[in-house]
């Protein structure tokens, strides 16, 4: 089996920094992932149990399982006779290998080149993972190359306008510089879906979090490894200047709190038998 430094070497340089911001949040993740909790529940209350294909034990993927906050119960509510959790960063499949039952399986892997035969899965559950995909049309791919005839595939993702004020927060406070990761439009995953997961949906909502300050949402993101991850990120820390800055800049509510939004969306597919 591949170990965590060797995995990382055979990584791109960019998903390679992406498994080390990940993989150094795993121990912060769980307390301060309050988005991931809701949105991956919102797939989870759909899973029932599986039926494998042509006599073959059931395969349940939870494919960029971080901590492994839902691996455990996705196999306990597909009953599968496998349940795989797949991630980029080998420092959050340690974490989720030490807190979770022996009976689940563990590997390090890129979500766009699964190690995994065709129709091998007949679940695949992603949650919050394919925004941080270089290519996440390559990852649909994957996912349809890996299931099953009758296979299902249920992903979560961020749209475009998430964390808009904090967004607009930092235009105004430091122009030159990008602060908030980009996420792809809806249309974007409907055209990628639709190259190969033709019966696939995409349902949206959106969600506000309240947080008593900018620094408080800053300091969620940092926990749960979702910092910036642009090209032209800084080098070094952001003066506390322009902290300051942002925090000026970012709207305020009555009660002091401010808020933070997040364009959520579900893409679901079964496959034909």
Not at 6 to 11: A, I, L, Q
Not at 138 to 164: A, F, K, N, Y
Request: proline share 5%.
């Amino acid at each position: 089996m591949t170990d965590a430094a060797d995995f990382e070497s055979m990584v791109a340089p960019g998903k390679s920094a992406i498994a080390r911001d990940f993989g150094a949040a795993s121990a912060t993740y769980n307390p301060a992932a309050r988005l991931q909790r809701y949105m991956g529940q919102v797939m989870l209350d759909q899973v029932g149990p599986i039926a494998g294909n042509g006599g073959c034990s059931a395969v349940a993927l939870d494919l960029g399982c971080g901590t492994g906050w839902f691996t455990g119960e996705l196999a306990s509510r597909a009953d599968a006779g496998l349940t795989l959790g797949i991630d980029l960063a080998p420092g959050m499949l340690q974490f989720a290998r030490s807190a979770s039952p022996s009976s689940l399986a563990w590997l390090a892997a890129d979500a766009e080149a699964l190690p995994l035969a065709d129709n091998s899965v007949d679940l695949v559950f992603s949650n919050l993972m394919i925004q941080w995909a270089q290519n996440p049309g390559q990852v649909l791919s994957e996912c349809r190359r890996v299931l099953r005839p009758g296979g299902r595939l249920m992903i979560s993702t961020l749209l475009d306008g998430t964390l808009s004020e904090l967004k607009e927060a930092w235009r105004q406070a430091d122009p030159q510089h990008q602060h908030v990761n980009r996420f792809d439009s809806a249309q974007d995953y409907r055209s990628w879906a639709a190259a190969t997961l033709p019966e696939a949906t995409l349902s949206r909502e959106t969600v506000k979090l309240g947080y008593p300050s900018p620094m408080a949402l800053l300091s969620e993101l940092k926990a749960i490894g979702a910092g910036f991850k642009g090209a032209s990120r800084r080098a070094s820390a952001t003066a506390p200047g322009r902290l300051r800055a942002m925090c000026r800049h970012y709207p305020v509510s009555s009660d002091g709190q401010v808020t933070a939004t997040y364009e959520a969306a579900w893409l679901t597919c079964r496959l034909p038998d």
